[in-house]
């Protein structure tokens, strides 16, 4: 979320789409409740399913699963058409006056530069026009063809509302009645926020459904401001703060990349990853990248990592190739990967293609799994009956399972989806042995290290030197990692202007990233947390939640990432001369000599207007990017196709299979061979959650397996009446990679659309279930699911896919 | 004058007058269902706070689990899909105690002490002294209270009136994600939803408005509903519910005057209990009127 | 009204007995109508934090005892922190179920190993288990580490082992996880929030 939970009261209009707040996030959805009350703001839904969101909405508009993007697309066109934008804050806060490439182009579904082998893109004529100077060229008028507003507005110039509505499903009008709710929040005193998850995320093109509303964010000029922002309700507890210490193979702990093999040593690796500066005055921020990275390298090697060996740089592996979720079960499919750990994970069913994914395991010489439960994973190798078949004799594969704690017998932080830290305090001792996260990894890290050190190896030394300065080996304390994570002065750290000034002694935590250095004075294991343990003590068990400015900030509670800052760039919450474009929701304003108001400034706090810093501090323009280059499959968000299409076709391409579907997702070749085709899989498959249970956790608690016991699909009664299915009946769902059977819901809020000329029906299918558990045992839902992921994040295509169901 | 007061203000077939000097506040918990989601969160609280657990059942082609009020749910959420001017509402409503003013449960009960009703409006079973006879069941006007048959003993919504009564909201208020569930004085719950009234009549809901049916002489639990013109559409809750006229009839007329004319009746049934069990009127009387009212 | 005698007859039958026992002196004590007894009037309470999605809502946490010596904690209840800013006490079906979480019959309490090709779980010690984890974990990365890659440059990598790391682990855990596999070479981890 760039703003958060409680920031959602301030909104006058409340968009949910691409998730369901009311049943995934019941107690933020409150806020949006509260909007209603007390702003009398508007609640507006679109979703393939009317969902517990809608029933309590103003206005729902259904829309075809997997078509967001020409939904919005459409929303873009109609802003631009009928110029219902924020014209200053276009103008000044994005890219939309900056000149490219003239070589950039779009044509018949591509743009410039694909490589159909590779299925990628070469992207250099996805560019800014560069003066003399080095910094990129505007023009201020947005009248030069090859600015981005005007490439933008020639882009979507094809969403008209009848291309939208035959794509979608939409019906026009109900889709004019949502831009219409949309386009009120161009005023600039009028904001709305959009709640989205995985119903975003999920879909081949998931990253750039959510930047289609981003870009529609920062036409209305709802970026930085209070009750506005792009709000991603995220799905666990902590997943926020675990995203943030980057458990994935290609990044390192505050977003920072891991190095890859074209980046050999540490001076190319600081070059390509400091970005340059594109305009004047800009803060670009990540060109402190070198002393976040030295600064963790510190915390990992302590004395080991020095100036002369480049900060321990070569004992970091070089990646490379993808390591995702998906690439990783693939390699294990192979057969590449002969050992695994399931750390509170159950991938067999939350992982697409439960065969695929079965098979892979049974491929490991040994699977640990590290559980407060007795997942579905971890014994992928019993027999379940029809849930589970499985021959045991032919699984060579030896299963190690550990018991952990659970939230309540543990002590330490999480992040919430509004990027709060908070402190939480163990009340118990698990059940049996069962042990810490912290102690079960560390244990095994000595193990491994006595091991080492006894008898050598391979490598040993990123090992055998990893800083551990922990009291007991086996169980750093939470509080010790804390302070680690947030970083501590290793010698006295100076003032740059005065290098005669300590401004941390050395041994004392560190304040602000701010004081990080890149010569070694410094540690820090994740520098977008610094701040959270500083010499004041542990900032996220702060319990004040006190209000003064009525807006839900509560600075004094817990500690927000970065900075303690609660709206992300809340500097475009003013306009160029510092003042509040709504002094009702002042988030911050120029006082005449600093930035100061209801959150911490998101800019340098003296950073005057005339001096033209924009708030946008972590690109190197300060602007925010309407035409985004960073993209894997566009720098602006195109309708494809999900890779199992009811139409066959992409109705904006008609003529082009190649760009039926995102031209630039990565597709295994066993896995492009069983997607299903409309003539054998006829109807849209969509999975979810329901709010009465939590992704595959609740099934083993009984109060929530009462509520919602067993399993069931949901379709609408049209499709019901053709196949014959009554409400109750039991029916086999079917894709092209296996079947589950399950009881029907007939209900009339799963509606059928027109679209292309032809009704598609909606199968919906809630996640929960499989053959561990206290609910009635069902079938893992992810057997139907294909497995293909976004362009960019290689998320999986859990939203839109093809089925075929029966009575049974 | 504080909400969680336990002076008695009735007790079920018992004589004796309750005590009246002090004053008490009347509490009263709202269900604004214009805000409801139908989590069920409530319905988890409630078994969580009251240590109780209903069976794992099946899904029969709806979200209603359990389906219905249980010994072990004593309150679920029933879900309508309803059409209203070609729009879709799906009517989703918090069903169980009603707190009733004039609770006809209680004037039904046969039992001394097994159904008490507070003077801050709070109707409460007490467990310890109920037969298992189910005339609660039938005094009820809205079909809540269910006899067990593991222990033949009737059960509902207490309003959690421990927690009531150490100052603290009933369960399902204090969790209800959304505030669709609000808890106070009655006063405070009236005046908070003629605010929440206004709001849906801007809204275009000409007909919202607040339940709290006067045939029952007013509810400690109340509705904000979208369309109280008809109740009904929230899966059947009633209309202008009252009080059975059996029950009415045996309170109005026979408690004052005929006590003592009753009491050879009533030892009849004392040992038909005693030697039968719960739940049964006199067979035998029974036919012997019935065909008498035959003649 | 129209009431006949038989009705008339029901109400006295069965209705009436109450009162008129109470009059023949079957009056019920004033014990009787007291309510159930606050539970939680003397647990303690732990300040937490639900586990579930990304509101992160606080949660109190009650337990027996008064964390004396000889009382063993064990939690009997968990409700909604009014303090905490954004759920201010509220809590969903699932946070509202938590104690039902907490005590799953389905809790692993010790280590297990499911051996190749067996059929069946079997009770072993941590240090078993660690120990024979660590020794398949050696024996792989000293087989399959890559120092340096065809072209002479050093990669440092170890690709053969995996890990998904917890998305319900806290903050320092998941720190630590990140450090001990980097450590190790590995890079074939992911965590659940890519799903």
Known sequence: MTNHWVDIKNADLVMVMGGNAAEAHPCGF?????AKKERKAKLIVVDPRFTRSAAVADYYAPVRAGSDIAFLGGVISYLLTNDKIHHEYVKNYTNAAYLINPDFKFDGGLFSGYNAEKRNYDKATWSYQLGKDGYAMLDETMQDPNCVFQLMKKHYSRYTPDMVSKVTGTPKESFLKVCEYIADTAAANKTMTILYALGWTQHSHGSQNIRTMAMIQLLLGNMGMAGGGINALRGHANVQGITDMCLFGASLPGYMGCPNEKEPDFKTYIEKRTPKMLRPNQMNYWQNYSKFFVSLMKSFYGNAATKENDYAYDWMPKIDGAYDT????????????????????????????????????????????????????????????????????????????????????????????GRVIQWHWKAADGPGESKDDSEILATLFVKLRDMYAKDGGKLPDPILKMSWPYRNPNKPLPEELAMEINGK???????????????????????????????????????????????????????????????????????????????????????????????????????GDKWAGNDVPDMRPNAAPDENVMPFIMTGEGVARLFAPGMADGPF????????????????????????????????????????????????????????????WTKHSKLNAILQPEQFVEIGEELAKEKGIANGDKVKVRSNRGFIKAVAVVTKRIPTLMVDGKKVHTVGIPIHWGFKGVTKPGFITNTLTPYVGDANSQTPEFKAFLVNIEKI | MALQSLDIARR?????????????????????????????????????????????????????????????????????????????????????????????????????????????????????????????????????????????????????????????????????????????????????????????????????????????????????LHHADRPELYKGLPNDPGISPLVSLWKGLAKPVATVAMAAVALGSLFHYVMKGPNEVSKELEDELEKEDAK | MQVSRRQFFKICGAGMSGSSIALMGFSPTSALAEVRSYKLAHATETRNMCPYCSVSCGVLIYTTGDKSKNAKADIIHIEGDPDNPVNRGTLCPKGAGLLDMVKSPNRLKWPEVREAGSNEWKRISWDDALTRIAKHMKADRDANFVEKNKDGLTVNRWTTFGFLASSAAANEPGYLTHKVLRGLGTLAFDTQARI
Not at chain 1, 30 to 34: C, H, L, N, S, T
Not at chain 1, 512 to 541: E, I, K, V
Not at chain 1, 645 to 653: A, E, S, V
């Open chain 1, 30 to 34: 409150k806020w949006a409740i509260e």
């Open chain 1, 326 to 417: 998906l690439a990783l079960f693939d390699k294990m499919h192979q057969g590449k990967i002969n050992g695994f750990v399931c750390q509170g994970w159950n991938p067999l069913a939350s992982v697409s293609n439960k065969k695929k994914v079965g098979d892979a395991l049974a491929k490991l010489k040994y699977l640990v799994v590290i559980d407060p439960l007795a997942t579905d994973t971890s014994e992928f190798w019993k027999p379940h009956g029809e849930f589970n078949e499985v021959d045991p004799s032919k699984v060579p594969t030896e299963v190690f399972r550990l018991p952990a704690n659970l939230f309540a017998e543990q002590t330490g932080s999480y992040t919430n989806s």
């Open chain 1, 489 to 591: 002065a290793l010698g006295d750290v100076f003032d740059p202007k005065d290098k005669t000034k300590v401004i941390v002694k050395a041994g004392d935590q560190l304040a602000s990233f701010a004081q990080m250095r890149d010569d070694g004075s410094t540690s820090g294991g994740n520098w977008l947390y610094c701040g959270m343990w500083s010499q004041a003590g542990n900032l996220t068990a702060r319990r004040d939640n006190s209000d003064p400015s009525g807006l839900g900030q509560t600075l004094n509670w817990g500690f927000a990432w970065p900075a303690n800052r609660r709206i992300l760039y809340n500097r475009a919450s003013c306009d160029m001369a510092g003042k509040p474009w709504d002094a009702k929701r002042t988030v911050i304003k120029w006082t």
């Open chain 1, 637 to 696: 968000p195109e309708h494809y196709e999900p890779f199992e299409t009811p139409i066959d076709k992409n109705p904006f391409h008609p003529d082009n299979p190649k760009v039926t579907s995102n031209p630039a997702a990565r597709v295994y070749k066993n896995d492009m061979e069983v997607f299903g085709k409309a003539k054998d899989f006829p109807y849209v498959c969509t999975t979810y959650r329901l709010v009465e249970h939590f992704h595959f």
């Open chain 2, 12 to 224: 079920s077939a018992t004589t004796t007058p309750a005590p009246g000097v002090r004053q008490t506040t009347e509490v009263a918990k709202l269900i604004d269902v214009s805000t409801c989601i139908g989590c069920k969160a409530c319905q988890v609280a409630c078994m969580e706070w009251n240590d109780i657990r209903d069976e794992v059942g099946s899904n029969v082609g709806v979200y209603d689990n359990p389906a219905d009020l249980t010994p072990k749910s004593w309150t679920v959420m029933r879900y309508a899909e309803v059409e209203e001017k070609g729009k879709l509402e799906w009517l989703i409503r918090k069903d169980g105690c009603m707190h009733c003013a004039d609770p006809g449960c209680l004037k039904a009960c046969p039992a001394p002490g097994a159904i008490i009703q507070y003077a801050n409006g709070i109707v409460d079973f007490h467990q310890e002294n109920c037969i298992g006879c189910g005339y609660c069941v039938t005094g009820c006007p809205f079909n809540i209270p269910r006899i067990s048959q593991e222990d033949s003993k009737a059960y509902k919504c207490t309003l959690c009136s421990d927690r009531v009564a150490v100052g603290q909201a009933p369960a399902c208020a204090k969790v209800c994600p959304t505030g669709a569930i609000q808890f106070g004085s009655k006063e405070q719950m009236k005046d908070y939803a003629a605010k929440r009234v206004v709001d849906l009549k801007s809204r275009g809901y000409d007909k919202a408005g607040l339940y709290d049916p006067a045939g029952v002489g007013g509810t400690h639990v109340m509705y904000v």
